[in-house]
Nanobody
Framework: QVQLVESGGGLVQAGGSLRLSCAAS????????MGWFRQAPGKEREFVAG????????HYTDSVKGRFTISRDNAKNTVYLQMNAVKLEDTAVYYCNVQRRTPWDWGQGTQVTVSS
C-alpha cells in the first residue's frame, strides 16, 4: 500500500514562491511517472504537472507553464513542485499521485492559499 504525504503549502502573497514536497512510502516511485494535481473550492481535481520516471520529461498545464517546475529525487522517493510567481487562481489543495488510469490512494494534500 502506497502512502503519499504532501507538505510545504501555506499562505503566500501573489507573486511569491512555495516549494511543495510529496513523500511516498510503501513502494518505490522510481519506475512511475508522477504528477501534481490540485483541487480548488467547488471545482474538480485537475492536473498541474507531470514528470517521467527518470525526470527527463516534464509537462505542465498551460496556466502554470513558465511558473511551476516539477522535479523528483528517486533516492528519496520524493516529488517536488516549485511554485514561482503564484497567482490568486493557484489557491487550491495540492496532491501528488502516480500518472496512470488508476491512481494510488490520494493523500491528504497540502493547502496553498494565495493572497493579494
Amino acid at each position: 500500500q502506497v502512502q503519499l504525504v504532501e507538505s510545504g503549502g501555506g499562505l503566500v502573497q501573489a507573486g511569491g514562491s512555495l516549494r511543495l514536497s510529496c513523500a511516498a512510502s510503501g513502494r518505490s516511485i522510481s519506475n512511475y511517472a508522477m504528477g501534481w494535481f490540485r483541487q480548488a473550492p467547488g471545482k474538480e481535481r485537475e492536473f498541474v504537472a507531470g514528470i517521467s520516471w527518470s525526470g527527463g520529461i516534464t509537462h505542465y498545464t498551460d496556466s502554470v507553464k513558465g511558473r511551476f517546475t516539477i522535479s523528483r529525487d528517486n533516492a528519496k522517493n520524493t516529488v517536488y513542485l516549485q511554485m514561482n510567481a503564484v497567482k490568486l487562481e493557484d489557491t487550491a489543495v495540492y496532491y501528488c499521485n502516480v500518472q496512470r488510469r488508476t491512481p494510488w490512494d490520494w493523500g491528504q494534500g497540502t493547502q496553498v492559499t494565495v493572497s493579494s
